[in-house]
């Protein structure tokens, strides 16, 4: 199911319709308090959706939002099917959203839910997947734009995450590895790779260069790639989508620089969790799912999801009850993670996380995006 520009994007669902839910804080002293949710922000996202025509979209998106539940204005690029698409323009007052308890967000068009997800306690980064019924499997991360950056931000080694569809989409990937930047536009990628549920033997060893503006915005070159992100946390970390370029493929991704004395109990706590999911082998049925919910990791090895709704490529949309099986993670020192089937990442700080694989032969290609 593919009408109208409902389903263009994530946030069309939310921002282009005129939506009756509130959010934000309440009033007092001179005006209303605001919430963490204030500022611009860059949006990177990935669409997968069946149809027909069956269509795999990357966007990337610049959002501002005002503290007090309402949008205040944004513009979105994509690439669907190497077809670039944009840029569109979402007005003012196009949209609401609710910070609800445990920093969950909600967005809702008249009495239609359309996106949950979470942020981070700060309010600086946030994730959410698409549940507007018929809008295909999606999911959304974001990051607020900051000051005094440049290429110097992104400075050192990083681990790499990112799921991508070919531009004919008909084949899907996961890659994941570490990317050196040496804080002067130039990067060296080393990266393993599932491809349509094939694993590479041996890390593949790609050029790049890459651009960081002064509130953030990020471009990445990648072999004949290019995407268009943001960085996080005075560098710390990373969200980018694309290509950019006509042709290329859709992808969406995540950086997050290597520590120097991660522990399993880093990754701790409840996090917002969102999932992009695809089949080994594109057919003959669901070819992309999503989820949005959170997951419990307990800082001693165990990790498991708490509440999940799935969200196929046709656009249905199903809560999953519990209870979840748990499944096993490591730590290492440079923040590095294995879990199950899968490898990932923690931030520093432990709050944010990525899970990429799978890592083994027949295993479909998965990503997974968690803020705390």
């Given at each position: 199911?593919?009408?109208?520009?409902?389903?263009?994007?994530?946030?069309?669902?939310?921002?282009?319709?005129?939506?009756a839910c509130g959010g934000g804080g309440g009033g007092g002293?001179?005006?209303?308090?605001?919430?963490?949710?204030?500022?611009?922000?860059?949006?990177?996202?990935?669409?997968?959706?069946?149809?027909?025509?069956?269509?795999?979209?990357?966007?990337?998106?610049?959002?501002?939002?005002?503290?007090?539940?309402?949008?205040?204005?944004?513009?979105?690029?994509?690439?669907?099917?190497?077809?670039?698409?944009?840029?569109?323009?979402?007005?003012?007052?196009?949209?609401?959203?609710?910070?609800?308890?445990?920093?969950?967000?909600?967005?809702?068009?008249?009495?239609?839910?359309?996106?949950?997800?979470?942020?981070?306690?700060?309010?600086?980064?946030?994730?959410?997947?698409?549940?507007?019924?018929?809008?295909?499997?999606?999911?959304?991360?974001?990051?607020?734009?900051?000051?005094?950056?440049?290429?110097?931000?992104?400075?050192?080694?990083?681990?790499?995450?990112?799921?991508?569809?070919?531009?004919?989409?008909?084949?899907?990937?996961?890659?994941?590895?570490?990317?050196?930047?040496?804080?002067?536009?130039?990067?060296?990628?080393?990266?393993?790779?599932?491809?349509?549920?094939?694993?590479?033997?041996?890390?593949?060893?790609?050029?790049?260069?890459?651009?960081?503006?002064?509130?953030?915005?990020?471009?990445?070159?990648?072999?004949?790639?290019?995407?268009?992100?943001?960085?996080?946390?005075?560098?710390?970390?990373?969200?980018?989508?694309?290509?950019?370029i006509a042709g290329g493929p859709a992808g969406l991704g995540?950086?997050?620089?290597?520590?120097?004395?991660?522990?399993?109990?880093?990754?701790?706590?409840?996090?917002?969790?969102?999932?992009?999911?695809?089949?080994?082998?594109?057919?003959?049925?669901?070819?992309?799912?999503?989820?949005?919910?959170?997951?419990?990791?307990?800082?001693?090895?165990?990790?498991?999801?708490?509440?999940?709704?799935?969200?196929?490529?046709?656009?249905?949309?199903?809560?999953?009850?519990?209870?979840?099986?748990?499944?096993?993670?490591?730590?290492?020192?440079?923040?590095?993670?294995?879990?199950?089937?899968?490898?990932?990442?923690?931030?520093?700080?432990?709050?944010?996380?990525?899970?990429?694989?799978?890592?083994?032969?027949?295993?479909?290609?998965?990503?997974?995006?968690?803020?705390?």
């Amino acid at each position: 199911m593919r009408t109208s520009a409902l389903v263009y994007m994530f946030l069309a669902a939310l921002l282009l319709v005129p939506a009756a839910c509130g959010g934000g804080g309440g009033g007092g002293g001179g005006g209303p308090a605001t919430d963490p949710f204030l500022g611009t922000y860059s949006l990177s996202q990935f669409r997968g959706v069946i149809g027909p025509p069956l269509e795999a979209t990357a966007y990337w998106s610049t959002f501002s939002f005002d503290g007090l539940g309402s949008l205040t204005g944004g513009t979105t690029s994509s690439i669907t099917n190497g077809t670039l698409g944009g840029p569109m323009t979402s007005p003012a007052g196009s949209a609401t959203y609710t910070i609800l308890g445990g920093n969950a967000l909600q967005f809702t068009s008249g009495a239609v839910t359309t996106g949950l997800g979470g942020m981070s306690a700060d309010g600086a980064l946030w994730t959410m997947g698409v549940v507007a019924p018929g809008s295909g499997a999606s999911i959304v991360c974001g990051a607020r734009h900051e000051s005094g950056l440049s290429v110097a931000s992104l400075n050192g080694r990083y681990h790499y995450a990112q799921f991508l569809t070919s531009a004919s989409g008909t084949s899907d990937a996961s890659f994941w590895g570490w990317v050196d930047f040496d804080g002067g536009g130039n990067a060296s990628y080393s990266i393993w790779s599932n491809i349509d549920g094939t694993i590479s033997g041996a890390p593949a060893t790609v050029p790049g260069t890459y651009t960081v503006a002064a509130n953030g915005t990020l471009t990445l070159t990648l072999g004949t790639a290019t995407y268009r992100g943001s960085v996080a946390r005075g560098g710390a970390l990373g969200f980018f989508s694309g290509s950019t370029i006509a042709g290329g493929p859709a992808g969406l991704g995540v950086l997050i620089r290597y520590s120097t004395a991660a522990t399993n109990a880093m990754f701790s706590g409840t996090y917002h969790t969102t999932a992009i999911i695809a089949d080994a082998a594109l057919a003959p049925a669901i070819n992309w799912r999503a989820t949005t919910g959170t997951t419990m990791a307990d800082g001693a090895g165990s990790w498991a999801p708490v509440a999940v709704t799935l969200i196929d490529d046709a656009g249905t949309v199903s809560p999953i009850s519990g209870p979840f099986l748990p499944t096993s993670y490591t730590v290492a020192p440079n923040g590095g993670m294995v879990f199950t089937g899968a490898v990932g990442a923690i931030a520093s700080d432990g709050s944010v996380a990525a899970l990429i694989g799978g890592t083994t032969a027949g295993s479909g290609p998965v990503l997974y995006i968690m803020i705390r």
